[in-house]
């Protein structure tokens, strides 16, 4: 079996090791949704993973509610993406973003008063990031059928951008709750027309998307990420194993570079890492897709490799980790001790907790 540190290819790109960085959403943009100079200082020091996957990127203004994130709908920001890109490239890196629409999670505040849209007209629970602060989420309404080919549309054009930005790729974000997730499970999805009902019409918008996105700038440069085990922002389905294997034939058949499955493998319960209820899916995922595949959340050096000893992922996606340590891979590979994060600084803003994590060198 292969190592966490033996190179693997994952559609176009030949990624170095198996280490790969998760998308992890900082909010160092500009409130227009532009990425800063220090992006470029943050990603270029994390260039020695096997493939970064950027912080989740707007395809659009109505698809992005969270503060300082950035965009990839505007020519600035293709521009401002540049840099970021290239420093990544300098150190011999690869880079894909991670490509979001968040549905109903968007707060009206981002849109001038109006209302988010979803599969149907529902209301996410909990409270919602804006400027003011955290603030209950409203209610959504449900996406007309002209408007689910915007979507598409804008998925694509977004995909057209990464790569005019310098990525290598892009990854679809189809998980944690946010519009492709809301119109694949049922639990949020409650259409009648050609998007809803059967697994197959709540893939439909997925399957739009992925081939949209693949048509444009090719399926080795097209991945995507799937979280099938749990309730997360009050999306989930009453048959996810019916469901989610569905959705990794489909994107088997489209050639996609690779598929991440979102899945936590400990009992921690918060907003985003939902206690698992039923058994882990991804073994049945992993017969379904034929491509490489990639777990995610909760990993260690040691737990990462056993999956991938066990045959059941080819590589492993790393997201905390990575915040308080630039050069994981070294240290996972070396058994040396991790920095340990600040979570008073994920969203901060400032150079603090975002560019002074020491490397091993540094620490000596």
Avoid: C
Avoid at 132 to 137: A, E, I, L, S, V
Avoid at 179 to 185: E, I
Avoid at 189 to 202: L, P, T
Avoid at 292 to 311: F, K, R
């Amino acid at each position: 079996m292969p190592s966490l540190f033996d190179p693997i290819q994952l559609g176009a790109v030949a990624a170095p090791n198996r280490v790969l960085m998760a998308a992890l959403t900082r909010g160092r943009n500009t409130r227009e949704h532009v990425p800063t100079a220090m992006m470029a200082d943050y990603y270029r020091q994390r260039a020695s993973a096997g493939l970064i996957i950027s912080e989740a990127t707007g395809i659009s203004r109505q698809g992005l509610g969270w503060p300082y994130a950035p965009g990839l709908w505007t020519d600035e920001q293709v521009a401002a993406w540049q840099p970021v890109t290239g420093a990544v490239h300098e150190e011999g890196g690869h880079i894909f973003t991670q490509l979001w629409h968040m549905g109903r999670v968007v707060h009206p505040s981002f849109l001038g008063g109006q209302a988010p849209v979803s599969a149907s007209a529902s209301t996410a629970p909990g409270l919602a990031h804006t400027y003011d602060g955290k603030t209950p989420y409203a209610a959504a309404r449900a996406l007309q059928l002209d408007e689910i080919t915007d979507i598409v549309a804008d998925f694509r054009r977004a995909a057209r951008n990464a790569i005019a930005a310098g990525f290598d790729g892009i990854q679809l974000h189809a998980a944690n709750g946010y519009l492709l997730d809301q119109f694949m499970r049922d639990g949020s999805n409650k259409r009648s027309d050609a998007y809803g009902g059967s697994v197959e019409n709540r893939l439909r918008l997925l399957r739009e998307v992925t081939e949209a996105v693949a048509e444009e700038i090719g399926p080795g440069r097209t991945a995507v990420r799937l979280s099938p085990n749990g309730e997360i922002q009050g999306v989930d389905d009453s048959a996810p194993e019916v469901l989610f294997t569905a959705a990794a034939r489909m994107l088997s058949d489209i050639g996609i570079a690779f598929l991440e499955v979102r899945e936590p493998n400990m009992a921690r319960e918060d907003r985003m890492h939902p206690v698992i209820t039923r058994p882990p899916l991804a073994p049945l995922l992993r017969d379904a897709f034929h491509g490489p595949l990639v777990l995610n959340t909760g990993y260690d050096g040691p737990s990462g490799q056993a999956a991938l000893d066990a045959g059941l992922a080819d590589a492993i996606a790393y997201g905390r980790p990575f915040l308080a340590n630039p050069d994981l891979p070294r240290r996972l590979a070396t058994g040396a001790a991790l920095n340990r994060d600040d979570d008073a600084t994920w969203y901060s803003r400032g150079e603090q907790g975002y560019l002074d994590y020491p490397t091993l060198e540094q620490a000596v």
